[in-house]
């Protein structure tokens, strides 16, 4: 049984009424102060410039793996070095050729085995001592003799036998043998006089002490895990201050939000859009969308028969995609144009050769009788003539008379994966092959252990194309196949081999040029590795906030993730910039005032109603 | 919302003060070497489960497929002998169980090992951003709970007039609501603004970053607005109904009626006989939800940019980052079994049945 209560309100209208309308007015006047005042100092704030100083904002959401450049390995933490410290060399912004940094000349002996650098003489520290060779030469023996500090680019120094500094302008490194990378150097050259006195390299973040000592365009001056990251201008700069006087790194996890934080005026620019976040930021007023050539390709990796350099076979690749027929007949049966037009909706380029044209010296497209164009009745015929006949259910049969199914490895997170399998199972399904699209939050275990067909692949390409090509030569290969290599995916081609060889000791630009497209038509020409797109990089910046920013390449290029720091060292005010604090210290005064009142009121009501019910109790 | 916070520690008051049965105080104190027999037992279990945890963390975590110094190390320009440096930093070339006996010695003495991608001590990088969660979440327990504990007792007791209808049906709408397609709405209206509404909190973060003393503590108050808001509103919905059903449940009870046949108010019997004795299913619901206030709202934080813990589990668990996976779990679960415990320890208080 319930027993129905007889309505409170009815028996104390009046007590209800005050204290609701109390509350309310309480509440609604605490909300309506905070925000006005709020709003005034947004508005202030994105009229005119955050207490005078003029800060670019840009939206990350990449967490900083650690701000030490002898561990560091994420793009993000790597862009940042690129701020704070100053490289031996630079890569031109125009088309990526070397130029002087911390070293203004250079060159090798005739034997190529040594290398000497001159150091200029205007770069000075952030605490006013002069940057020298001797600061060039710690930096790399520490990486030579303390494997903790070879964590992030122990690969640059692998092949240096003796680095010295002579005289201060003057540093020396000499190798076991050739090493083309020499003027591709990508390792932050860090003080002495402060790194000297780091203990254990394998857990110093360098994050504690600000402003940390550097000799690049920006000092950083704060960092807070996953908030911020800020740096200042090294007014001492050797190529000229930056103009702006903040420039600082603001953690958006949701690139939605990070999208709302451009609109609203609170970060000056945004990367990494999706093509809807594009498509609906260009339209809107103050803002430029910056669509440019990536430095990346997509492509689709087959599995050669995954193999350790001990000569052992392992995983569970199939036999049929050992053939280079049925390799290029399933690239002939990829319709790239489809690929671009629907799935990177025209945010990508129709891939070719495996370096993306931006890089103009080491791009390489296949000549017309050798391209690997969009045809299924080539395909279809090929298949035929390698003897992988369709069947009565109209599906292809191997030479064990099985019929041709096959596996790709998808990335769970990656939707333009899952979009493109869709397609590949409808264009090979027409063909008569099976594909199973296997999507995994973390494809590299089945990867390493040779356990899949094809699969997904991408990477992003330095203007020095040797790491890239180094991942497909048979030395990356795990040493048993229970090891682990830098292998891409066990690609062991001698030809290919051998060409590697050759460019890695060529110092002379053209000709090494020259020997990484004959590796790039290798490499098409086996058909393991096949590149569908070249994704462009797409982000948006405000114009009231930034009157002007290099790209790279400076024609038309990207603006976040460069090669060198051009674009946020040279990037100009336009006098409008919003800070990074988007709520001045009055608006948090307001705020604190609103939420004063509303405890204050909450108290006082709480010790009304306690007297009230004394009072009643008492009656 | 001020009404609410009064109205809640009213009753949260009266529950200690008339824990419900008449011979609540005597069994109390008569029975205090029962009491802390049934105390020690809990105390016990709660610490078989917490070394059961540290166990189930370590293997578990084994089966994530991949491998975690090729995954953070992806896209660099690595060597084979730079790949097997990090293997043997890490201890990752050593036998599992030896990896094990180590862990387990090392958690022993309060280390939780050092996180492969951001080569910190998994308990610093713990201690960095636990504050954060608790500050977000916590609050949005506390407000969501007292909201919900209000709503349900008004619903219950006019259960089926209008005002219940449409308490009922609007948190059951919110609770149906993404939590992360909410926040979004919410940073597009409050935060960017629409029309003629002018964006009035931060679109994400926990601080501008320029603020020190009391402007900083401001700063903070002003950025959790919008997520608060979220997750009170997906939230509070559970709390409602809990307590909506069971003070449902007490309301037939000859009690009242006897109360109400002293002569007593309306609200009187409500707050001083009926909530207390209805309170006990919605306490342990409340003190579960304090046990996932650790764990935080990876959605919520991901989309508010909030950084705490949620968001670094899901760093974690996509390297994946084993030692800090493995960290994050212990700490997660042993919030859990410290909440029930004191749920369980708390209960005879509450209620003198339980623990006999």
Redesign the interface.
Known sequence: ???K????SA?QPHHRFV??LL?TG??ASALVVA?QQ??AD??GEQDGRNGGKNVLTVAVSQ?V??L?PF?A?R?LSTSIHRLMYDYLTNYDVKDGHTVPGLATEWKSSPDKLTWTYTIREDSTWSDGKEATAEDAAWTFNKMMTD??A???N???T?NFRKVTAPDPQTLVIELKKPQATMTALDVPIVPKHVWEKVGDF??F?NDKDFPVVGNGPYILT?F?????V?LAPNKKFWRGEPKFDEL?F?????G???V??L??G?VSFVSNLTPAQAASLRNAEGIKVNDAPGRRFFALATNPGAQSKDGKKFGTGHPALLDPAVRKALFHAVDRKTIIDKVFQGHAVEGEGYIPPRFASYFWKPAAEQRIGYDPAKAAALLDQAGYKKNGTGKRVGKDGKPLDFRILCHA?DPNDKAIGKYLQEWWGELGIGLRVDC???V???W?KGDYDLAFDG??V?PDP??VL?IHTCA?R??TPK????TDNFICDSAFDELYAKQAVEYDQAKRSELVKQMQSRLYETGYMNVMAYPNAVEAYRTDHIKSITTMPEAAGNIFGQDGYWSWWSAEPAGKAA?????G?S???A??IG?AV?VV??AG??VA??RR?TA?DRE | ???T???T??TAAAATRAPGSPDARAARGGNTTAYLRYAAGKLGGAAVSLFAVLVTSFFLFRI????P???????????????A??RR?FGLDLPMWQQFTDYCAAALTGDLG?SY????PVGELIT??LPATLLLTGVAVVVYSAIGLWLGTRSA???GGLGDKLNTGVALTLWSVPS?WLG?LL??VF???IGPL??????????????TG??????V??HM?LPVLTLVAVGYAQTLLVMRSSL?DE??SDY??TA?AKGL???D??RRHAVPNALLPTVTMVFINLGHVAAGSILV?????W?GLG??FY?AL?V?DLPLVQGLFVVFAGAMIIMNLLADVLYPLLDPRVGR
Not at chain 1, 5 to 8: H, I, M, N, T, Y
Not at chain 1, 483 to 486: E, K, R
Not at chain 2, 64 to 67: A, E, K, R, V, Y
């Open positions: 049984m319930v027993t209560a007889p309505s409170p028996r204290r609701t509350a309480l509440a925000p709020a709003q947004d508005g967490s793996d650690s030490s561990l390995a793009l494997e903790n070879a964590t992030a122990g690969s640059f692998a394998s857990k973040n704060d807070k895990v996953d908030q911020y800020k600082v603001k953690y958006y996890k949701d939605d939000a990070a709302a934080a609109r609203k609170e997170t995994l939050d973390n590299s275990d089945p390493v990477w992003s330095n040797d790491f180094s990356a795990p040493a090891d682990i290599g830098a800070g990074a604090s988007e709520g210290s608006t948090a005064v705020v604190g939420a509303v009121a909450a009501l709480l109603r306690r019910a009643e | 919302m001020s009404s916070a009064s109205s520690t009213t994530i497929p991949g491998d110094v090729k995954a953070m190390t992806h896209g660099m320009p690595t060597s084979a002998e730079q790949l440096t990090l930093q050092t991608q951001f080569h910190a960095q951003k007791w006019r259960h992360f979004l940073i597009i935060a960017v603004g002018p964006g009035l909190f931060p679109t994400g973060g926990m601080e501008s970053g320029s603020e009391f402007a900083y503590v401001l700063d108050a002003h607005v449902l309301m037939g009242l009626t109400r108010r309306d609200d019997v409500r934080e991901t989309v508010f940019s950084p968001g670094l760093q996509s994946p």
